[in-house]
């Protein structure tokens, strides 16, 4: 086998390992006011530091809508577009914004896809539900999600080296 061609299968599997972390943690999540709060953000965040814009789509957008599709359907496309969009800009941050400053950029590009993220999921509600009231009972709960998936994305991929350790093994193999 190729050397290109490895790579290729093996940044492959690592997409499709993400989308199914993602799919499993938007399966379930923990009772709120309003619904559920779900850990998917921490795979989403994850793997958009890692992955470059399109496998972040893949994992963030098209992970968490087959997750609403199995499970709980109304908002999946949604889910589609709000973190696939926020997947695209984590990543576009990490990979292409501060070349030089990693962990600034990657900081910069789990806010900004938390902001997408929380407005997309607002908006997405209002209209899927047809009441804003439900939006901004659960805005608060959103956030959260939001910060816990920025926390944990940054903590897992710079402070557990695991950005470094991708780099050395997957891009650099």
Do not use: W
């Not at 984590?90 to 938390?114: D, M």
Request: glycine share 10%; charged share 10%.
């Amino acid at each position: 086998m190729q050397k290109s061609t490895k790579i290729t299968t093996l940044r492959l599997c690592i997409t499709a390992m993400f989308m199914a972390f993602n799919v499993i943690m938007s399966s379930f999540g923990l009772p709120v006011p309003g619904g559920h709060l779900y850990l998917n953000d921490i795979v989403i965040c994850t793997a958009s530091i890692l992955l470059d814009p399109f496998a972040a789509f893949i994992v963030g957008g098209v992970g968490s809508f087959l997750g609403d599709f199995f499970f709980y359907p109304a908002p999946m496309f949604v889910s589609l577009a709000t973190h696939g969009i926020q997947a695209i800009i984590i990543s576009i941050f990490s990979h292409y914004v501060l070349k030089n400053h990693p962990v600034l950029s990657s900081g910069i590009g789990v806010v900004v896809g938390g902001i997408v993220m929380v407005i997309g999921y607002s908006l997405g509600r209002a209209f899927v539900y047809s009441t804003p009231e439900y939006a901004i009972i659960k805005l608060p709960f959103e956030i959260l999600q939001a910060a816990i998936g920025a926390f944990f994305g940054m903590i897992i991929c710079h402070k557990f080296g695991i950005r470094k350790l991708y780099i050395r093994k997957i891009l650099k193999n």
